[in-house]
Structures are given as structure tokens and as C-alpha cells.
């Protein structure tokens, strides 16, 4: 229901509202030291939001699951290079990013928009409401990745705008555009999919 009360500008109930607890970047010297409690900690506090941000990049479940996983291991061996600069989940979002463009260029696949039909796949775990699967098929076919990332990120995940702008290196005022442009889009084709049925 959070995606869906986000695009039509309703509330998201108390207590339903995603959060996430600021990450210690000392955690990536203990996953560099072969720590494995640190990378479960790690995994057990982003693994949601990653999960949001290669789905808005890769618009496909199975792949998403595969590439959060391949994150991991890929921050596990990089761990020790991590530099503290304030912004580990952009550290993040950057490996997963180029392993999703990687795998993109890979496969050179280019999903047809009438193959996602997440309204009825079960495999959508994180995604239980009906009204969020029609509004995240919606999303998929018709936002920007960019429009995507940010709608995601801020509905599922509960970044701040402020915060999308520092892990997405975009200018607050980009992500805020975006943001309005993106569910104007989204309510557009929401109400023409109410009117057909």
C-alpha cells in the first residue's frame, strides 16, 4: 500500500513507513578483515533498498535477487578498499550499478513492456499489496530508470529526498522533479487502467 498511497499523494500509514538506519562505515574495515557478522549486519540493513534500486535498473525480480547477491560478494572482496567520505550507501549503489549495466550489456536484452506483469507474479516478495504490485508494473514500464530509482527509493525504501540527491549524486532540485514527474506519470496511467475496467 505504500507505493500505491505515494503515487496518489495519500499518506503511508503510521507505522508502515521504510526506514533506514544510518550505516556505520566502519563496518566495511570489519568486512575487509573477514568479520562475517559485519556483512550480515550490513546485508540484514540494505539488502531492501538494494534490492529496490537494481529492480529500477534491471526490471526484472529473478535478475535483481541474482545482482544484490553478486553486491555483496563484490563489496565483501572490496571491502578493504573502501574509503570513509560519508556516503557508504553510494559506494554501494555504484558496484551495483555497474554489475546491472554489466549484465544488461551481457544478456543485450530489452525487455518488451508487456512482458512485466508484476501485478500477478508471486516472485515479487518485498512487493505483498496488490495495489503496490499494479502500481511497481506501472513504474516499469512507463518511468525512466532514473524516475524509477528515485520513486522507489523514496516510496519502498524511505529515503528522504535530501538523501536520494546524496546517493544518486543529483542536485536535490533534479530528484524533486523527477519525483513529481514521475507520479504524474504514474497517476496518468493509473486512472486510465481504472477507467478500462
Request: hydrophobic share 35%; glycine share 4%.
Amino acid at each position: 500500500m505504500i507505493l500505491f498511497a505515494t503515487v496518489w499523494g495519500n499518506p503511508v500509514p503510521e507505522g508502515n513507513q521504510p526506514t533506514l538506519a544510518p550505516i556505520d562505515e566502519g563496518i566495511f574495515q570489519r568486512i575487509g578483515d573477514d568479520d562475517p557478522e559485519a556483512l550480515k549486519e550490513l546485508y540484514e540493513s540494505t539488502h531492501r533498498v538494494l534490492y529496490a534500486y537494481v529492480l529500477s535498473i534491471v526490471k526484472h525480480h529473478e535478475d535483481a535477487l541474482d545482482l544484490v547477491q553478486d553486491t555483496y560478494i563484490k563489496i565483501r572482496s572490496a571491502a578493504h578498499l573502501y574509503k570513509p567520505m560519508g556516503k557508504p550507501l553510494a559506494w554501494m549503489f555504484t558496484i551495483a550499478k555497474n554489475l546491472a549495466r554489466d549484465q544488461l550489456r551481457r544478456k543485450q536484452r530489452f525487455t518488451d513492456s508487456e512482458e512485466l506483469d508484476l501485478e500477478n507474479d508471486p516472485n515479487y516478495s518485498y512487493v505483498s499489496d496488490p495495489d503496490d504490485r499494479m502500481v511497481l508494473s506501472s513504474a516499469m514500464k512507463i518511468l525512466t530508470e532514473e524516475e524509477r530509482q528515485i520513486v522507489l527509493l523514496h516510496s519502498v525504501s524511505g529515503f528522504k529526498h535530501r538523501e536520494l540527491a546524496e546517493n544518486l549524486n543529483l542536485p536535490i532540485a533534479t530528484v524533486l522533479s523527477k519525483y513529481h514527474r514521475a507520479l504524474k506519470k504514474l497517476r496518468k496511467e493509473l486512472s486510465g487502467k481504472e477507467e478500462t475496467h
